[in-house]
């Protein structure tokens, strides 16, 4: 009852918030409006980012392709919301955006208490330290007394405190909420340290006044798996959206590309078959076409195509598969089976 | 005859319909408008309550008792990252009501300054504030804020190009203005009490020379005296006492200097901001103010023989004190609510680690921000609620 008083306060607030996590037919609203309503970050290399035309990239950027994809057949039917840390999950809990694809870290607390599901890991990662070459540090255990600048209402917040404090030392936070400013404080020297996951920092690292001049530091000190979120309380959509990511790593897996996907087609494989909708009602069960899986490989590619162009070989950032290879292959990325 | 007639149409109609009765009518509507802003408020609550419910949305305060786990960097009252929620909201409020406090004082000070100096008859120095309240006053704060902490803070050189002050005991650089810190010994509680005593000791003299005045007319020099009082006592209770504080230097060490006080320059951009932009908008108030004393009493005081500057402190602005306060209370209002603006460069304050991290790290919005209004409300019914009173005191009283 105390609950209900106190909350009495938001008044207005929360009379909009509850309005919209109410509609539970995300997919009906979805194919009403025409597009899908995606949050992603204000700006990071590799993972969302707008290029010299304007146009959304990157692998949080494509995740949220393929579901237009699948859906609509049209890899542009995506209007893109760029959120700040702090705004990201009130947007998702509020209707704002339909999915959250934003280098967010699946945790515990965000998993049970924030109305979120996560819907699969698309990069594991870690975090990491940056520091200007001119320091001479060559471990994170040497920063004792140092500057942070570190984003506001993140995990690299709370794993920053903890590794100082587990290994007892001293530090300086400098907080933002925006990317933007930690980068540019970062820049202008009001901090001797960067701290956020380690593909982030070799994103930002890029677009320094002289990249070279900094360094990333060997430790990771934490485990982040990045992946979208969409709100609770609407399982068809959770459904879709897992199988949008399963059905991107599922697809490498069979070697199904973008290359060869007129030949996959006429494949008499039966995984294949299964997973390109010349079997079963796959995709109709979960409320789309059953050629869910080709629309997407056709219009953005498999997992390891969107890798590769975003982040790995083929892009400025040059990070390697490691954990983000296949099971085969030593990775932890696994595509669920099809069947 | 015609008279009873009138009487009684006069009473009846009240009586003949209960429908158009005026104070009825009245209390009617009343209730009804009450029971539908009840009902507005109730059902909005219940659908919120329930739509966070389905949405497996965690509610209520309880978060506010768990550990915080992320660090602050600047706190006016103990924290540490195993302080819980409920702290970190302390330390935010605290470091709001601090740059409030600091920013309003520079900000009355400087805006009095200004609005005179507008007002001067010497051509520079009417010249100069005027460009000084018409630039400020027009370019958004939020600009300001960043164009000092980006373009003048963020310019300083690293720690190890300090700009050394003072004999090498103070250091202005891009991580702040770093300070040596004292730290009392024995005899330093002596020190304080002279300077309490000073200020007691000139209250009571500037009522007695009021008095005094009231009844003889005779002026006592009050305001020397009591500056004597209360500097200059205790400036010799230091040297007697041999001056009971040690000074911690800072030295650079590793990445910064280690030791001493640092005012970091998120606060100091915030501050600068802040009571810059206000004094503009004071000094047009005091400008108007003044202005809108009628030009005879300067001249009566003038005829009376007395000088510009006693004119002004006496005659002049004790009357425009009345039209000042009202606007000058809303500049107070605005510049606490103004100092949300934080978050923009990086200042701990309530928006900013509670609306902002607590917020994020809890997911539980409606609550945080539920909290955070209220503090703004009752931060700005509080200033307005001391300037009324204020207000009421420099009223004119009529005689």
Redesign the interface.
């Known amino acids: 009852m105390t609950?209900?008083?106190?909350?009495?306060?938001?008044?207005?607030?929360?009379?909009t918030?509850?309005?919209h996590?109410?509609s539970a037919q995300t997919l009906e609203a979805v194919k009403a409006k025409g597009y899908i309503q995606c949050g992603v970050s204000t700006g990071l290399a590799g993972f969302s980012n707008t290029d010299d035309a304007g146009e959304w990239t990157g692998l949080d950027v494509d995740f949220c392709r393929a579901m237009a994809a699948a859906i609509f057949d049209d890899p542009a039917a995506v209007r893109f919301s760029p959120l700040s840390?702090?705004e990201r999950?009130?947007a998702l809990?509020s209707g704002e955006i339909d999915v959250l694809s934003r280098n967010t870290t699946w945790t515990m607390?965000?998993d049970?208490?924030?109305?979120l599901n996560f819907v699969g890991v698309t990069f594991y990662d870690g975090q990491g330290f940056m520091v200007p070459a001119e320091?001479n540090v060559d471990s994170a255990l040497q920063?004792?007394?140092?500057?942070v600048c570190v984003q506001?209402?993140?995990t690299t917040?709370?794993n920053?405190?903890?590794y100082f404090?587990a290994n007892n030392m001293e530090?300086?936070?400098?907080?933002?909420?925006g990317l933007e400013?930690v980068n540019?404080?970062y820049n202008?020297?009001?901090c001797?340290v960067y701290t956020t996951d380690s593909s982030g920092l070799y994103a930002i690292r890029l677009t320094l006044d002289n990249p070279d001049d900094h360094v990333v530091l060997p430790e990771l000190i934490s485990k982040e798996p990045l992946g979208p979120a969409v709100?609770?309380?609407d399982d068809q959509w959770f459904g879709i959206a897992k199988w949008v990511y399963y059905g991107l790593v599922y697809a490498e897996e069979l070697g199904i590309s973008s290359e060869n996907l007129e030949e996959m087609l006429a494949s008499e494989n039966p995984d294949v078959r299964r997973a390109l909708g010349g079997d079963g009602t796959f995709g109709a069960d979960m409320g789309l076409e059953n050629d869910w899986l080709v629309k997407i490989v056709r219009h953005v590619g498999n997992y390891g195509e969107v890798f590769e162009r975003n982040v790995g070989a083929d892009s400025p950032l040059q990070i390697e598969r490691g954990l983000n290879a296949l099971y085969t292959d030593g990775g932890l990325q696994y595509g669920m089976p099809i069947r | 005859m015609t008279i009873a007639t009138i009487d009684s149409s006069a009473s009846q109609p009240a009586r003949a319909s209960l429908f158009y009765d005026p104070v009825i009518r009245g209390v009617v509507f009343q209730v009804l408008l009450a029971l539908f802003i009840i009902y507005l408020?109730y059902s909005?609550?219940?659908?919120?309550?329930?739509?966070?419910a389905?949405?497996?949305?965690?509610?209520?305060?309880g978060f506010l008792n768990n550990r915080a786990?992320?660090?602050?960097?600047q706190s006016l009252i103990p924290y540490t990252?195993n302080s819980t929620y409920r702290q970190a909201f302390f330390v935010g409020l605290t470091n709001t009501i601090f740059v409030a406090a600091i920013g309003i004082f520079f900000a009355t000070i400087l805006g009095f300054i200004v609005g005179i100096a507008r007002l001067s008859k010497n051509f520079l120095v009417r010249k100069v504030a005027e460009v000084y309240v018409e630039t400020l006053r027009n370019i958004p704060l939020l600009l300001q804020l960043l164009f000092w902490y980006?373009a003048v803070l963020?310019?300083l050189p690293?720690p190890r190009g300090s700009i050394e002050m003072f004999n090498s005991s103070v250091f202005l650089n891009?991580?702040g203005l770093i300070m040596p810190h004292y730290l009392a010994e024995a005899g330093a509680s002596i020190f304080y009490a002279s300077i309490a005593i000073g200020i007691a000791v000139a209250v009571v003299i500037a009522r007695w020379a009021k008095k005094r005045q009231m009844a003889t007319g005779q002026i006592f020099p009050t305001i020397r005296v009591a500056l004597g009082l209360i500097i200059g006592v205790p400036l010799v209770v230091l040297f007697v006492l041999g001056v009971p504080f040690t000074a911690e230097y800072p030295e650079l060490?590793?990445?910064?200097f280690?030791g001493g006080t640092t005012i970091r320059?998120?606060f100091m951009a915030l501050l600068l901001g802040l009571s810059l932009y206000t004094a503009a908008f004071i000094a047009e108030i005091v400008r108007a103010g003044i202005l809108a004393v009628s030009k005879g009493q300067t001249e009566a005081a003038f005829s009376l023989g007395l000088r510009p500057n006693t004119t002004m402190r006496l005659v002049i602005i004790p009357q425009a004190l009345r039209v000042i306060i009202p606007p000058l209370t809303s500049q107070y209002l605005n510049l606490t609510k103004n100092s949300s603006l934080a978050?923009?460069v990086?200042y701990?304050d309530l928006v900013?680690v509670f609306s902002?991290?607590v917020?994020?790290?809890?997911?539980q919005?409606?609550?945080v921000?539920?909290i955070t209004?209220?503090v703004y409300l009752t931060l700005s019914l509080l200033t307005s609620a001391f300037m009324n009173w204020f207000n009421s005191r420099v009223a004119l009283v009529e005689r």
Do not use: C, H, W
């Open positions: 609950k209900i008083i106190l909350s009495a306060v938001a008044g207005a607030a929360a009379l918030l509850g309005a996590a109410a840390a702090v999950f009130t809990q607390s965000r049970t208490a924030l109305g320091l920063l004792s007394g140092a500057s506001s209402g993140t917040e709370l920053l405190t903890d404090s530090y300086n936070p400098v907080v933002f909420e400013e540019a404080a202008a020297g009001r001797d709100r609770r309380g | 408020v909005g609550v219940t659908n919120a309550a329930n739509n966070l389905r949405a497996g949305i965690a509610t209520g305060f786990g992320f660090d602050i960097g990252a980006k963020s310019a690293a891009n991580r060490s590793g990445f910064n280690s320059p998120e978050i923009a990086g701990p900013s902002g991290t917020a994020n790290q809890t997911g919005a409606v609550e921000i539920s209004m209220i």
